[in-house]
């Protein structure tokens, strides 16, 4: 059974703190990492995609991937109670006829003001 | 219209009821999926259609059924659905090559069986 792990959360950090979500997945063979944000109500939102080892920053967001551990994490700086939202981590894993995208639970984020 | 569309928004339906989900997407992608998203559990890949071909089918029953008739428009036909059915049905299009790439999302149709 190919799967991506998230703890659902909820996760509560004040505001202007660090939040660090983290995403765990079965295929060792899986190359291509995606967050998104989602809001209540509404539909995912890409935020930030990871395909090499390391670390990759856009603005308050950093994704972390370490493919050894099957492991790739989001950290967000100086969070603002608008990043209250679930974080969906997907990772492309081989399906029926090719490579398509498998998604986690999601992690509810919840910063406090 | 920019990015990728849903019509409806929100649709209530009966049993018994035939009804189709509309999406198209105006960022001249090459594939187009629809997954649902049940309450409390995660995203369901439902179909994939790059350049117009179905490539994947997650054992989804037959009462849902896709129609892509060209790489901007992707319908899912329904009918006698089951409450359970109940959901958020989301559109998506990407680029997708040997690997998949980041895909956008449609607002999502809110559909209820009653």
């Known amino acids: 059974q190919k799967e991506v792990e998230q703890n659902s959360g909820p996760l509560s950090v004040p505001e202007g703190a660090i939040a660090s979500l983290n995403c765990t997945y079965s295929?060792?063979?899986?190359?291509?990492f995606f967050w998104y944000r989602q809001y209540s109500g509404k539909s995912p939102e890409l935020i930030m995609f990871i395909y090499s080892n390391g670390d990759k920053e856009d603005g308050r967001f950093t994704a972390q991937l370490n493919k050894a551990s099957q492991y790739v994490s989001l950290l967000i700086r100086d969070s603002q109670p608008s990043d209250s939202a679930t974080y969906l981590c997907?990772?492309?894993?081989?399906?029926?006829?090719?490579?398509?995208?498998?998604f986690g639970p999601g992690t509810r984020l919840s910063v406090l003001p | 219209e920019t990015g990728v569309t849903q019509t409806p928004r929100h649709l209530v339906m009966g049993m018994t009821n035939k009804k189709s989900l509309k999406c198209e997407q105006h960022?001249?992608?090459?594939?187009m999926y629809w997954y649902k998203q049940s309450a409390k559990k995660p995203l369901e890949l439902m179909f994939v259609?790059?350049?117009?071909?179905?490539?994947e089918n997650n054992s989804v029953p037959s009462r849902f059924s896709p129609e892509c008739p060209n790489s901007s428009h992707l319908f899912l036909h329904l009918h006698t659905l089951q409450p359970e059915d109940s959901a958020l049905y989301l559109c998506?299009?990407?680029?997708?090559?040997?690997?998949?790439?980041?895909?956008?999302f449609g607002p999502g149709t809110r559909l209820t069986v009653t």
């Open positions: 259609y790059n350049f117009k071909e179905q490539t």
């Open positions: 960022l001249g992608h090459n594939a």
């Open positions: 998506a299009s990407s680029f997708k090559g040997i690997l998949p790439y980041e895909q956008y």
């Open positions: 295929d060792r063979g899986s190359q291509s």
């Open positions: 997907a990772v492309n894993m081989m399906g029926n006829y090719g490579q398509n995208f498998v």
